[in-house]
T-cell receptor
Framework: QKEVEQDPGPLSVPEGAIVSLNCTYSNSAFQYFMWYRQYSRKGPELLMY????GNKEDGRFTAQVDKSSKYISLFIRDSQPSDSATYLC???????????FGTGTRLLVSP | ETGVTQSPTHLIKTRGQQVTLRCSSQ?????VSWYQQALGQGPQFIFQYYREEENGRGNFPPRFSGLQFPNYSSELNVNALELDDSALYLC????????????????FGEGSRLTVL
């Protein structure tokens, strides 16, 4: 079993939809949780970063962490075609060191 | 634009050969990490270098080795290439947080895509 599980998709939604992306994990030592966006032929770029449990909002993006359930989510409101990319969850017990990534979920937002 | 550049962008090698991948980080980013991303998978941590010393390693064999130089450049070397080494190799640089080798946000390059035949 992988330490971090993520549905690979693809997830197809119409423009303007609310998107929910999720990951589960097994290592209870993880304290730092990130969401990265990766466009085709590009490196991952950091979208959101959360320490421990709780919610964090940044514009159209909201990240949620539920450590009791070992479950994290990323919500995208008013999705745009430019949001079409692969979304990777990542986590660690040491900040940005030795990140453990999920498989990535491919999101397609159609106009 | 992350300021992290990697070369070459693509290369093809045959099984058993050796390869060197290069990375140039932003000035001041004295921590560099390397990740392997197989097709359809998330990146896997290979190792991290801080002040030219290896500072953490993932579950990769010794034939994966690295170097970091004082001019914010680094190398990933892979010996005795295997078919399963075919992947996108990502370099990520960062600045340390206060106190030493723990890092802030990682800035990824666009990767070097290695194909092993």
């Amino acid at each position: 079993q992988k330490e971090v599980e993520q549905d690979p998709g693809p997830l197809s939604v119409p423009e303007g939809a609310i998107v929910s992306l999720n990951c589960t994990y097994s290592n209870s030592a993880f304290q730092y949780f990130m969401w990265y966006r990766q466009y085709s032929r590009k490196g991952p770029e950091l979208l959101m970063y959360t320490y421990s449990s709780g919610n964090k909002e940044d514009g159209r993006f909201t990240a949620q962490v539920d450590k009791s359930s070992k479950y994290i989510s990323l919500f995208i409101r008013d999705s745009q075609p430019s949001d079409s990319a692969t979304y990777l969850c990542a986590m660690s017990n040491t900040g940005f060191q030795k990140l453990v990534f999920g498989t990535g979920t491919r999101l397609l937002v159609s106009p | 634009e992350t300021g992290v550049t990697q070369s070459p962008t693509h290369l093809i090698k045959t099984r058993g050969q050796q390869v060197t991948l290069r990375c140039s980080s932003q000035s001041g980013h004295n921590t560099v990490s390397w990740y392997q991303q197989a097709l359809g998978q998330g990146p896997q941590f290979i190792f991290q270098y801080y002040r030219e010393e290896e500072n953490g390693r993932g579950n990769f064999p010794p034939r994966f080795s690295g170097l970091q130089f004082p001019n914010y450049s680094s190398e990933l070397n892979v010996n005795a290439l295997e078919l399963d080494d075919s992947a996108l190799y990502l370099c990520a640089s960062s600045v340390p947080t206060s106190g030493g080798a723990n890092t802030g946000e990682l800035f990824f390059g666009e990767g070097s895509r290695l194909t092993v035949l």
